[in-house]
């Protein structure tokens, strides 16, 4: 079993989630869609408290989605009922209406799995995409750099 | 609408849940199979952190189960994608495997949906039900009188 | 463990459904929030293949909704990975908005376990229940009536 | 949005699945973690349709598990309510217990989304990898070869 050290950069977004009856399979682990669900929690909560934007808002009330274009996870290490695992979301890459974002699974300084996630902004009502909006889009430039431990390229790519 | 008037008693227990994306339908309200999670959730909470029993040790440790038996539901108000609902749990009933319990789900006092729920003790060995042990027995028994706000009959039930 | 006897009704609507690896928990049986799922596909299926009336089409297209105002479930046979069982859906009572149906959930003559579920019909714009349209509400009568293996009362009650 | 044709090889195992209310979110789209669901149920199918091997034997009676290790997504067409999607399985490499597949959901001859999936087969009791079996190994490449449209390099690869 690979045991991948990983301490989140100091100012990065982190939530604690139980692991719970309902998420465990016959062998007694995580079934991975669930997986899933925890880390779109994430993004939510991370729209919401640390963007300063209302998630339910900007899907309820304006009409916007964010529906995933790309996925990839590697799982590491398995969760089981009563483990506390940590979810730190990490921003990749942001385009004129995609966001990638890295959600990395860990506790105790070892990373358990790791999901590179790439949205969308849509409307709901033409399904097609939208520019994210400026304010939004500085908002999430600046979670970049200060959660980004070391000097990189300009994140904007053209999608 | 219904408005029925909820305030839990002074020492039940009560967590918070928000309402997210994940649970809700195409109505844009919650799916209702979400909420049978979220009480499921809250019965593993009050056993570890009201009761003192790790939960999780009790199934994954000693390999016990607790099985639903019976499910009575009214849904009253919907809740939606944005909302904080309040979850209290009170006991209804206790006999010598089950344990009857209502989950309250509610909001600024208000009643939003209630349910009734029975459980029994198993062995998940032997598939047989197993009493409950005495020590759990009494944290509940006295969980039970503290959120009770008035005289009421005997609990004990022989099932 | 109870072994209550089931036989569908000859015209009754019934379908089997395969349990897999991601409806059972750690203790190797169905997580009964699982059910409720499996019961709503079943509840579609009837509309769309037994009554003629396109589930999918009534929400999203008509914009109406059935959510949930009252479940009952008593579970009487658990299910395990591998098992196919079948489910049976019969109705209960008729009113102006709200239909009551049983779900059995049945195998090899055995019942494993019984839902009573009763929807109301919404509007999803308005949020306020609306009479089942006449042809509709015939249609489900002449399903009661057909799958009725006793003489009976009039369903007919105002809600 | 793309439409990238997709027409299953002859022999390939292709399971319907119908878009449900359950699947759908406040979008009217499916949820994408419903999808991880699908794709584990027609894995389990081909297990024991195709390859005739029982996959709830597998588990649950010789206990060996098949945990995933890596998974990528790219959703291309959403899809709704009351659609029928097509799922198509092919498998990609064959380690030594490792085995990856691709899950191709398509409909109308057009591909809606694309998975690669790797698990690899583990006792759950030691919780180590263990090597496929002879037999099974010899019906996964035999399914390959036959699925496979084109001359292609040997699909060993030591993991």
């Known amino acids: 079993m690979q045991q991948d050290p990983f301490v989140p950069p100091a100012s990065a977004f982190t939530r604690s989630v139980p692991i719970r009856f309902s998420h465990c399979d016959p062998a007694g682990i995580v079934y991975f869609p669930h997986y899933f669900n925890m880390f779109n929690g994430l993004i ?3 729209y919401t408290e ?3 934007y209302n998630y339910a808002e900007i899907i309820m009330g304006s009409q916007y989605g964010f529906p995933f274009v790309h996925i990839e996870c590697d799982f590491k290490i398995p969760s089981r009922m009563g483990d506390v695992i940590d979810l730190t ?3 990749e890459r942001l385009g004129r209406s995609s966001l990638g974002v890295a959600v ?3 506790r105790d300084g070892v990373e358990r799995l790791r999901a ?3 949205t969308a902004m849509m409307s709901i009502a033409t399904r097609q995409p939208v520019p994210l ?3 939004l889009r500085e908002a999430i430039e600046a ?3 200060r959660t980004t431990p070391y000097k990189s390229a300009p994140a904007e790519r053209s999608i």
């Open 44 to 46: 939510e909560d991370w």
């Open 50 to 52: 640390e963007l300063g």
């Open 89 to 91: 979301l990490l921003v």
């Open 104 to 106: 990395v699974c860990h």
């Open 116 to 118: 590179r996630m790439v």
């Open 133 to 135: 909006p400026q304010p």
């Open 143 to 145: 979670y970049r750099q």
